[in-house]
């Protein structure tokens, strides 16, 4: 996954997430039971995303998780 990738993959889950109203990234990890640094990490594209989280992170903020891979 490039750096393009990451960022846009972070942008997605940080409007996700706000759609959700969720409105901050400790919720969303309380919610998803991943770490608040790695959702830190994802929505600032500094981490790439697997399978397993965008699953749980999908499943909390309502979209599917390939929308959060795309």
Sequence with gaps: ?????KKLTGQ??????LKAVIGSQK???????IPATIISDLER????MNATWATRIAEV???SWTYLME
Excluded: N, Y
Excluded at 12 to 17: P, Q, V
Excluded at 27 to 33: D, I, R, S, V
Excluded at 45 to 48: A, N, S
């Design 27 to 33: 919720e969303l990890a309380e919610k998803t039971g």
């Design 61 to 63: 903020v309502g979209v």
């Design 45 to 48: 594209g500094k981490r790439p």
């Design 1 to 5: 996954m490039s750096v393009i990738d």
């Design 12 to 17: 997605k889950m940080r409007e996700a997430r």
